[in-house]
């Protein structure tokens, strides 16, 4: 589960583009999903709702309205068989690194030198993993999901990387950024897999 201020959902690219520059401008996060409609941009992404609701005051705060919006996903047990057992049997490892790198990496309290090398070092585990595995036709779009959530995570922990070394509030943003990246992508995993299986 988990919590994303959204302040906006606008019907072209250009749009939200112009919104997330908006926001780094002011020190927030940005990024947007495509639902296949809309744009919804979203200016930070939580564990925890109180967090998530914080930060939407603040940006009302700033004339910027926005609300909390929730995300979640069943946790559900399958036996996979047939021809996507493979698949799933070599990316096994990855999906487990990607969930738990990101989740990780929403709470950096406590972090270190050593704890950030051992997130790349799982990300470009979970990247070799991925580069190797032959997806079927209908689980194409979810490997790419995959891959974008592999990468996403590895740049989010060089900023994250960076804003320990510098105190560069830039690279705070661009962390967090790619976090509300990886939750689009988790979305997307999680449709294909229940459009696979329904």
Not at 68 to 79: H, R, V
Not at 91 to 116: H, N, R
């Amino acid at each position: 589960r988990l919590y994303l201020t959204q302040i906006a959902a606008v019907e072209n690219k250009g749009g939200a583009d112009a919104l997330i520059a908006k926001l780094r401008e002011q020190g927030y996060a940005g990024a947007y999903h495509y639902d296949g409609k809309l744009y919804r941009v979203f200016a930070g992404i939580f564990a925890d709702k109180a967090a998530a609701d914080a930060l939407g005051q603040m940006l009302k705060a700033s004339q910027i309205d926005s609300f909390t919006k929730e995300l979640s996903w069943p946790a559900s047990e399958a036996t996979i068989s047939g021809a996507y057992a493979t698949y799933f049997d070599d990316v096994q490892p990855a999906l487990k690194a990607i969930e738990k790198v990101f989740f990780d990496l929403l709470d950096t309290k406590g972090f270190d030198q050593s704890t950030l090398a051992h997130l790349q070092s799982s990300m470009q585990e979970a990247s070799n993993v991925l580069s190797q595995a032959n997806p079927d036709k209908a689980l194409e779009s979810l490997h790419a999901d995959l891959l974008t959530a592999c990468t996403q995570l590895q740049e989010a922990v060089r900023a994250v990387e960076q804003f320990m070394t510098t105190g560069d509030d830039q690279s705070r943003i661009a962390s967090e950024s790619h976090l509300i990246t990886v939750a689009r992508c988790f979305h997307n995993i999680t449709n294909t897999i229940n459009n696979l299986f329904e």
